[in-house]
Nanobody, 125 residues
Framework: VQLQASGGGLVQAGGSLRLSCRASGRTFSTYIMAWFRRAPGKEREFVAGINWNGSTTFYGDSMKGRFTISRDNAKNTVYLEMDSLKPEDTAVYFC???????????????????WGQGTQVTVSS
């Protein structure tokens, strides 16, 4: 499985961005999908996750109310809508897949099997 993230860029504080992550393969619809991020000098941080059909979503504490994760299984794509962006949201954002489909709610990066290459998000003040 290959994951291809896109949609990053430069945005002013208070603005919005929509990230996309497209997966190869036929089993995308069975995966739990998630977004993580890594800011300069910081550890990788959980952002948001979604179960196989989108009925369950879960977020990191600092993203609740500002970020929305969704998926389109027909397009093998997961999205991250980011609103009210802050300079501290600046990071490389990675999408990840849990092929077991069982660890709903997991925020631990070591429980995800596949990773995309990352897309840079920069929020200016």
């Amino acid at each position: 499985v290959q994951l291809q993230a896109s949609g990053g860029g430069l945005v002013q504080a208070g603005g919005s961005l929509r990230l996309s992550c497209r997966a190869s393969g036929r089993t995308f619809s069975t995966y739990i999908m998630a977004w993580f991020r890594r800011a300069p000098g910081k550890e990788r941080e959980f952002v948001a996750g979604i179960n196989w059909n989108g009925s369950t979503t879960f977020y990191g504490d600092s993203m609740k109310g500002r970020f929305t994760i969704s998926r389109d299984n027909a397009k093998n794509t997961v999205y991250l809508e980011m609103d009210s962006l802050k300079p501290e949201d600046t990071a490389v954002y990675f999408c990840a897949a849990d092929r077991s489909g069982l660890r709903i709610g997991s925020k631990h990066s070591n429980e995800y099997d596949y990773w995309g290459q990352g897309t840079q998000v920069t929020v200016s003040s």
